[in-house]
């Protein structure tokens, strides 16, 4: 995760607030009294003051944007710690900073977007342009210029994470935590238990909803001040393009795979109805979300076993038993993810990235499991936060968060205001990119997994497992932000929250909850990235560059067999190429990014189709005679 100019939070991806990859957090103008670095205020938080510091010139535009830089430099790294603490040990004080610090943060963006504002008129040097529009959009969460908003807003954004991260309910007669309970559904295949265990994880977010209601309005009316229409609107105006034409371009990708998820969705339905029968699972209609072994039904991977294909051959492994079977812990997971890189010729992780870590839950207090990159310093001290557990779901998370890291380290010589991916779906696909490779039978045979490399009985296998985790998570990946776009813009009021969220999962998983919700219920709660505020269409995006990342790779690598089968372990070509792409940061817009890389400019859905054109003419192939699709059950 990284973050973007905001208060600092778990981290995902850098912007200046709340998110998921931690990497900068939001500029401040100052700090609590007594500790923290020694800080110069900036001038009043308004536009009027900035005017007044800064002339409206060319000159004058270039002196802000040096100074704004320097400042936020010199504060995102005190946030940063104060969030890693809060993050790896949640009590009320860690609690209390890092709302104190959020809303330091937050007022700093906002009057950095203000100032930013100024220079609209202005001629102004193409890279100062570039950095005046990320300061105007830099915010996830702004808050309005007025006395207490800023704290108000923080203080309900630390609560929402810190309620999602302790939450806790009981399952047979004693608390579990999400972790244990997603271990037990991933293998659990008693419908009554999965039900329970879906339907008991959504009990800690109903407290949620008045806060995110309240957050919701204020952080719209910080949005308007700056001049969006409302907080979707300013999340969907990261993408070097017009917020509306960016919501079209999402539309129009889903509109290209949509078809292949039908596909996989009427194929799964009917293995799952063979299973557990037509009261349990109906044979026509929405599939029941809590059989597919994941608490969000966002990756179907771990019911592989139910859906293997009966004809078209078996798989001749499990990657959680052969990490089990080779005695993996967390650490040699990561070390493992480690040597991936450094196959590809990138600087192994530096000390202190072993020493700061955390790399399992700490058995002593409460901490944010959900998993995040840092990039504390914005340049070494770069670390990840997981609750790891041996099996192939963080096998691939450890490779999805160093990606992060890797591309931090990469970018840490850019000015601070370029030190971020190219846009936040590139920074999630880094080591989603290189989980491709590092999934592949080929490269866990290298590496001494497996015994043997599987030979073409096994694509159909491997390529349905792929796409039980890679497909299945498109329209989740879409939906999160579908909904939070309707909850910003007001079309969806609080009292419509739920059944909102309900109906983007029928609309766009084709998915239904295992029995009614509860009235006070608040299901969008019970997923990390609403009550963390990390923006989700990164991910959507993440998980189609990473298909065009891996088919260039493979062709730069001289590859011409199927791309599914391809691995650019301890190709360092590929890796410099790679690097030139890390390395541009921000600095310019996205597209330039994703040429110097593949040589391609646009978001592209072929590669995705590549990957799993085997696949999608078996699918086809066992779904006939069956109706498919979900609205007119
Ligand atoms: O949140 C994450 C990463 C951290 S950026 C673990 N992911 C999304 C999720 O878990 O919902 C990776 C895949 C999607
Ligand atoms: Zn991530």
């Known amino acids: ?8 939070v778990a981290v995902c991806a850098l912007s200046f607030t ?5 990497t900068t957090p939001q500029p401040t103008e100052r700090y609590a009294d007594g500790g923290g670095p020694a800080v110069t205020p900036l001038p009043e938080n308004t536009a009027a003051s900035a005017a007044a510091a800064y002339p409206a010139t060319a000159e004058g535009a270039a002196a802000f944007v040096a100074e704004t830089e320097a400042k936020y430099a010199e504060l995102s790294e005190y946030a940063s710690r104060v969030a890693w603490t809060r993050a790896t040990n949640i009590t009320f004080d860690t609690m209390w900073l890092e709302a104190k610090v959020n809303a330091e943060m937050t007022e700093f963006g906002v009057q950095a977007a203000n100032g930013a504002a100024r220079f609209n008129d202005v001629e102004v040097a193409p890279d100062v342009r570039r950095k005046l529009n990320l300061l105007r959009q830099a915010l996830v969460l702004p808050a309005p210029n007025r006395p207490g908003a800023a704290d108000e807003l923080a203080q309900i954004t630390t609560r929402l994470d810190s309620t999602y991260s302790t939450g806790k309910f ?27 265990l879906y339907e008991g994880w959504r009990t800690i977010s109903p407290v949620m909803r008045a806060d995110y209601a309240r957050m919701v309005a204020i952080a719209n009316e910080g949005a308007r001040e700056l001049g969006y229409a409302d907080t979707g609107a300013l999340w969907r105006s990261g993408y070097d393009m017009a917020p509306d034409a960016f919501a079209a371009e999402t539309d129009r990708l889903w509109a290209q795979v949509k078809p292949f998820y039908e596909n996989l969705h009427c194929y799964v339905r009917g293995r799952l109805n063979a299973k557990y029968g037509d009261a349990v ?10 059989l597919l072994g994941n608490m969000w039904s966002q990756q179907w991977g771990n ?16 990657l959680t038993e052969l990490l089990k079977t080779a005695d993996y812990d967390p650490l040699k997971m990561v070390k493992t993810g480690e ?67 890797v591309y931090q380290r990469a970018y840490k010589n850019q000015p601070m205001l370029f030190r971020n991916g190219a846009n936040d779906g590139f920074h999630e696909a880094i080591g989603d990119f290189v989980g491709l490779s590092a999934l592949t039978p080929t490269y866990l045979n290298q590496i001494g997994l497996l015994q043997t490399t599987p030979g073409a009985e096994e694509d159909i296998p491997f390529l349905l497992k792929m796409a039980l985790d890679k497909i299945a998570f498109l329209p989740f990946g879409l939906m999160v932000d ?15 929250y739920n059944a909102a969220w309900n109906a983007d999962m029928l609309r766009y998983q084709g998915l239904v909850p295992p029995g009614p919700r509860p009235a006070d219920a608040f299901d969008p709660g019970a997923k990390y990235h609403v009550p963390g505020n990390t923006p989700y269409t990164r991910y959507f995006l993440a998980h189609i560059y990473q298909f065009q990342f891996h088919r260039a790779a493979c062709q730069q690598a001289g590859w011409t067999g199927p791309l599914h089968r391809c691995s650019i372990y301890g190709n360092t070509e590929v890796g410099q190429r790679f690097n030139a792409m890390l390395e541009m940061g921000q600095s310019r817009p996205w597209p330039e990014a994703m040429q110097a890389f593949t040589g391609e400019t646009t978001n592209d859905a072929s590669a995705i189709a590549d990957y799993f054109a085997p696949l999608n003419t078996w699918l086809i192939e066992q779904n006939r005679g069956h109706g498919c699709g979900w609205s007119a059950a």
């Not at 709340?18 to 931690?22: I, K, M, T």
């Not at 058995?363 to 609750?387: G, L, Q, T």
């Not at 579908?482 to 419509?496: D, I, M, N």
Request: proline share 6%.
């Open 1 to 8: 995760m990284k973050r973007q100019l905001m208060a600092a």
């Open 18 to 22: 709340a998110g998921c990859a931690s």
């Open 170 to 196: 009981d399952f047979k007669g004693k608390p579990i935590t999400l972790d244990e309970a997603s271990l037990i559904l991933a293998d659990s295949r008693d419908p009554a238990e999965t039900k329970a």
């Open 281 to 290: 699972q109906p044979d026509q209609g929405p599939i029941r979300a809590d």
């Open 303 to 318: 019911i592989y076993d139910v859906v293997a294909p009966v004809e078209g051959g078996r798989s001749s492994y499990d």
């Open 339 to 405: 040597n991936f890189y450094v196959s590809m010729g990138v600087a192994p992780l530096p000390q202190t990235f072993w020493e700061r870590s955390m790399i399992t839950r700490p058995r002593d207090r409460e901490v944010v499991c959900h998993a995040s990159a840092w990039d504390i310093d914005n340049a070494d001290d770069i670390r990840i936060k997981m609750c790891t557990n041996v099996n192939g779901d963080d096998f691939y998370t450890v490779h999805h968060e160093l990606g992060h890291n």
């Open 482 to 496: 579908r909904w939070r776009w309707g909850v910003f813009s007001g079309e969806t009021t609080p009292e419509q």
